[in-house]
C-alpha cells in the first residue's frame, strides 16, 4: 500500500487541525469562497471534487462487466449487500444513535443534518480504493474490476433514487433539483468523461502504458484535491467542533458498526454460497466500503460546506484507512477457516 495511502487519516487529522485554524485566523477568505455558488453548487469544491473523481474512475475498465458471469455468486452478494442492505443499515443506525442515542449530546438543529450526511456516505459504494484493499487481500483482480465497474453503472441510476427515498423516511427535506443535479454533476458526466478519456489515452500503440503515465501523475493531484476539500470543510465548522469535539467520536460510531456488520454479513453470505476466498474477500470489503468523494461532494451540493451532512462525511473519510484495513486484517486471518 502506497506510504501517502496507509497514513490517510493521518494527513485528514493534519487538515482537520489546518482547517479549523485557518478557519479562526481568516474567516473573511471561508466566507468568500463560500459564496462562490452557482445553482446551490459550490465551484471551489465542485473543481476538487472532479480532481478528485476522474482519476478514480479512469481505472475503470467497463468493458470487463463481461467478467461478472465468471463469479455470479460473489458479484449477486455484492450487489445485495451495497444496494439492499447497507443504505437502509445505516439510515437505522444513524436513526438510533444520532436521533435517540446520541441526541442530547449533538447540536440539536444538526440532528437531520448528520443523519443525511450517513444516509449519502452509505448509498454510495466505493470504486477506487477497492483496488487496494482487494490487491491487499489477495482478492481476485477480474471480479474486483467487474464489481466495481457494475457498481458505478448502477450508482448512475440508484443514487439518487435511494438517497431520497432514505430522506423522505427520515423525515428530511429533499431539493430534488440540487439532488438531480448533483447526480448528473459528479455521477453521470465524470463516468462519461472519464470513459472518453480513458478511450483516448489507450488509442494506437503502448496505450496502456499512456494510460499509467496519466493515472500516476493525477494520483497525487486527487489525493491533493481531497485534503484541500477537508482544509475548506473544516475551515467553516471549526468551531462547531471546537464547541463540541465529541461530535466526531459520535458520528463514527455508526458508521464502524454499518462497515464491520456489512462486511461480516458479505463474508459469511460467500462462505455459505462456496464462494472462493479470492472472490469473498473483495466482496466483503467493497460490500463495506464507501465512495466518500462523491458523499462528500452530495453533502456539500444538498446542505452546504457548513452542514453537519457535510461534517458526518467527512468523519467516514477519516475513519475510512483504519477500518477498512482492520477489515483486510480480518479476512486474511480467517482464511483458513473460511476455506474449512
Partial sequence: MPFFERYLSIWVVLCIVAGIALGRVIPGAFEYLGAMEVASV???????????????????????????????????????????????????????????LFSGLLPADQLDSYIAGLILLAAAPCTAMVFV????????????????????????????????????????????????????LYIVLPVIGAAIWRKYLLRGENGEERLKRVLDRMHPVSLSALLITLVLLFGFQ???????????????????????????????????????????????LIGASNFFELAVAAAISLFGLQSGAALATVVGVLVEVPVMLSVVWIVNRTRPWYET
Fill in 238 to 284: 471549526g468551531n462547531q467542533i471546537i464547541d463540541k469535539p465529541l461530535i466526531i467520536v459520535l458520528l463514527a460510531t455508526p458508521i464502524l458498526i454499518q462497515v464491520y456488520f456489512n462486511s461480516g454479513l458479505a463474508y459469511l453470505l460467500n462462505k455459505k454460497l462456496g464462494v472462493e476466498h479470492c472472490v469473498a474477500a473483495p466482496s466483503a
Fill in 42 to 100: 459550490n465551484l471551489p469544491v465542485a473543481v476538487l471534487i472532479w480532481l478528485m473523481i476522474l482519476p478514480m474512475l479512469l481505472k475503470i475498465d467497463f468493458h470487463s462487466l463481461s467478467e461478472v458471469r465468471h463469479h455470479w455468486k460473489g458479484v449477486g452478494v455484492t450487489l445485495f449487500i451495497n444496494w439492499g442492505v447497507k443504505p437502509f443499515s445505516m439510515a437505522l443506525l444513524a436513526w438510533i444513535f444520532i436521533r435517540n
Fill in 133 to 184: 484493499w482487494s490487491n491487499l487481500s489477495d482478492g481476485h483482480p477480474g471480479f474486483t474490476l467487474s464489481q466495481v465497474a457494475l457498481n458505478d453503472v448502477i450508482m448512475v441510476f440508484a443514487f439518487a433514487p435511494i438517497v431520497a427515498l432514505l430522506l423522505g423516511i427520515s423525515s428530511i427535506h429533499v431539493p430534488w433539483d440540487t439532488l438531480f443535479l448533483s447526480v448528473v
